[in-house]
Structures are given as C-alpha cells and as structure tokens.
C-alpha cells in the first residue's frame, strides 16, 4: 500500500507540530526555563496547546480522499468542539486541568493558523496539475 505524498505531508507536520508542542510543554515545566516569566507561561500554557490543536487538525484531514473547502470546515469544527469539550471536562472536574477562556481562544487561532496552511498547500498542490 502506497501513501499518497499529500497525506504524508500532512502527517509530517502533525507529528512535527506535536514534538515540539511537547517539548514547549516539557522544558517550560521542569525548570528549564524560569516559570515566573510572564512570556514563559503564555508559552508553555498556550503555545503548546496550539500546536497540538494543529497537530490534531492535520491528522483529522486526513480521514478524508477527497478534501474539500466544506470538508476542512466540518474537520475545524469537530477539532474546535473536542477542545471545548476538553476545556468543559475541565471545568466540571471530570479531566484534570484548568479551565480556562484563553484556551479555547487559542484553539480558535490554532485551527484558523492550520486552515490557512491547509489552503496554501491545496493551492500549490493545485498548481501541479
């Protein structure tokens, strides 16, 4: 079974932005850098959730051979959803977490971020043909 380039692309930047969500999140956890800092907080807390929404955006295009602009809506709402159904759970103490608005702000700008790489890649893609 042979995969297609545009899926494998697509995999490459999930697993690329979920490393370095998770290393954002590991280094700004255990000292590495100093917490106290305002920059540093909005990082850890922020940045790495926003690369792990986008990782998980690139994996759920993927579920589809033909992705069209009403198929990568469908795919933002349903990753957009499962964040603030995250962010609930939070909220209920049914996960473990802290709720929090910035969150689901930032899982807003993340999927808009990966939308927009999405486009630019189907327009180069496009260009091929």
């Known amino acids: 079974m042979q995969i297609s380039s545009s899926i494998f692309k697509r995999v490459v930047l999930a697993i690329i932005a979920f490393v370095i969500g998770v290393a954002i999140y590991w ?16 990082t850890r807390n922020y940045l790495s959730d926003g690369l792990w929404v986008i990782s998980f955006f690139f994996i759920a295009i993927n579920f589809s051979k033909n992705i069209t602009k009403r198929y990568i809506l469908l795919t933002s709402i349903f990753v957009l959803c499962i964040g603030v159904i ?3 759970m939070q909220l209920t103490n049914i996960a473990n977490g802290t709720f929090d608005f910035l969150d689901i702000l930032v899982y807003f700008i993340a999927i808009l971020i990966a939308c927009l790489v999405e486009k630019k890649y ?7 043909i």
Not at 27 to 36: H, T
């Open 27 to 42: 280094l700004f956890d255990n000292d590495f850098l100093s917490k106290s800092n305002l920059v540093c907080t909005i």
């Open 122 to 128: 189907m327009e180069v893609e496009n260009e091929k």
């Open 86 to 88: 995250f962010e609930i």
